[in-house]
């Protein structure tokens, strides 16, 4: 038993793990630094969000060695990839249908327990469906349209037949990116198209006259469902008028200061207010009821302002080198399976964290988007949490020469 905790302790990715655990500490501190003044006025009850986020880490630690030491013939099983889409499909059904609109967004199911918000699975989701697909067409020897295509003397149906399976997965994927944007939730529609579209470019990515057919095909298809589905709701609620506004405050936000400027004009003062080490923790003036939910899509506001510039640079540098580690080790990859998971994942934490800091800085529409393993959510932290310790499996085998065992060639 010693020896085999010794060998797992050897080939574990520290390089991962720790900045993990670092993230999910400050997050910890800042939900509470966050919440607590404002809860203090409503309910007294200031360690609510504290005692949350501190089991959502505990259990996001458990779950990342976990998967870090599980073995992963599980995560292309047929049944999990078609038995998930099916799940999570309906999870985005209720959650459209079934649930009440939080922030103007049809997104989160109440479990009363735990929100569940269908869109943050559906990032592992697909990055698991398309590792499985891209690497089955990629051992098969190459881009599977040039093959098929020159087959010159099959017919009409028999080539219509050959390309069943594609329209399958393509419907699966559009399908679902269609229901997180008539949600609407264009935060998780943009993550989630993002890890498909840097997936198909890492796959085909000498067919660029075919990617850019297929990106604005699909992104088309996707609107047109969005906006199909979206049509009473953007008449009744003048959706098309706020999404608008969101964009225009993005450029001029102190015009709009008392409109759809104010948040972010607020998260401006907090930056500024926070200068080079900050006011200091639970000092924050701008998480009194200046900034909405501080706790979650502004957190990295809270962070400036409390911790400065230093702050914000520690926690930037732990995401950022989480994420180019993850990259690197599917550029190291042996196994084309295990390259094209980690090319997703690297992906979805790259863009979230971009959406995340991107927002609270000006330098596009606030989205919704939490900073990962920062802000307050359970279900953020359990998908990212299992998703890092996925690529920490991958690694571990790299380490110890077995890739090519579990994942193949």
Known sequence: MI??????????????????????????????????INLSYVTGNTMKYFIRQLIYALLGTGLVLTMAHSRPKHWWSLYVLVGGWFILMGLLVVAKFFTDAVNGANGWINLKVISIQPSEICKLYLVLLLAKVFTIY???GGHILRRKWAIKDLNFLERLNLFVPEMVISFAVLAMLGMIGSAPDFGGLGINFMIVLVMFLAYANYNYRFNVTLIIGGVTFAGIVAYFMQFTTFLNNSRIGYIIRRFTAVFDPFKYENSSGKQLVNSFYAVSNGGLFGRGIGESIQKRGYLPEPYTDFILSIISEELGVIGVTVVLCLLAWMILRIFLIGIRAKSTYAMYFCYGIGTFFAVETFFNVGGAIGLMPLTGVTLPFISYGGSSMIVLAIALGMVMNIS????RGTEIEIFGK
């Open 3 to 36: 020896k085999k905790l010794q060998n797992q302790l050897k080939y574990f990715d520290y390089g991962l793990f720790i900045p993990f655990i670092l993230l999910a500490l400050i997050g910890v501190v800042m939900v509470y630094s966050a919440s607590s």
């Open 396 to 399: 571990a085998r790299q380490k």
């Open 138 to 140: 990629t051992e098969k």
